[in-house]
């Protein structure tokens, strides 16, 4: 029965992967998304419990979109647990709330952690978000309540490099 369970989840998600593209949905109710992904070719191993996606791998959960080379999903008690994307820079793109511009972001590894609404983004990672950049080796993505962590505490040789672009006349407001 375990292994069916498995089998119904991966092929729900392989069958059902293109049918939430245009479905964006607000920060808040991203969590309560299905994960779908679009790939080239999908495997499931039930001993190690993972399936592995390659080529132009798209996988969306709400308004969270990533774009990868490869995808392997690790799963626990026939959730996923861990996603974990690689490739020549994943990209990954969320709309925050209704109206707001997309918060951005690309490294060479990233890692998923759907139920912890966690994003890692790993080497040469940078997030955008309004008109910053932050850029470090290991960046975290809060995707729920739109925090971005850069660098890390245990080095001082790991640097975070923030540029933060002002505003322009046309975009300043006028004060009253």
């Known amino acids: 029965m375990r292994q069916n369970n498995k089998l119904a989840i991966f092929f729900s998600i392989a069958l059902y992967s293109g049918f939430y593209v245009n479905n964006v949905q607000a920060l808040e109710t991203d ?19 993972t399936s592995i996606y390659t080529g132009n791998v798209i996988s969306i959960q709400g308004s969270i979109h990533v774009n990868s080379d490869k ?23 969320q709309t925050p709330n209704v109206g707001a ?17 966690l994003l890692v983004l790993i080497d040469e990672a940078t997030v955008w978000q309004g008109t910053g950049a932050y850029s470090s080796k290991l960046i975290e993505y ?9 660098g890390s505490k245990e080095s001082d040789s790991a640097r975070v490099r ?4 002002p505003k322009n006349k046309a975009q300043a407001k006028p004060t009253p």
């Not at 309560?32 to 001993?47: E, G, R, V, W």
């Not at 511009?101 to 609404?117: F, M, R, S, V």
């Not at 923030?162 to 672009?165: G, K, P, R, S």
């Open 31 to 49: 969590s309560d998304q299905p994960i779908t992904i679009d790939s080239n070719t999908a495997t499931y191993d039930d001993k190690t419990a």
């Open 71 to 93: 995808l392997v999903v690790y799963f626990k008690d026939g959730d996923a647990e861990k996603l974990v994307f690689t490739g020549n820079r994943a990209k990954f793109r």
């Open 101 to 117: 511009k997309d918060i951005t972001g690309e490294a060479l590894t990233g890692e998923y952690y759907p139920k912890k609404n």
């Open 142 to 150: 809060d995707s729920k309540n739109a925090v971005v962590k850069a």
């Open 162 to 165: 923030v540029v933060l672009q």
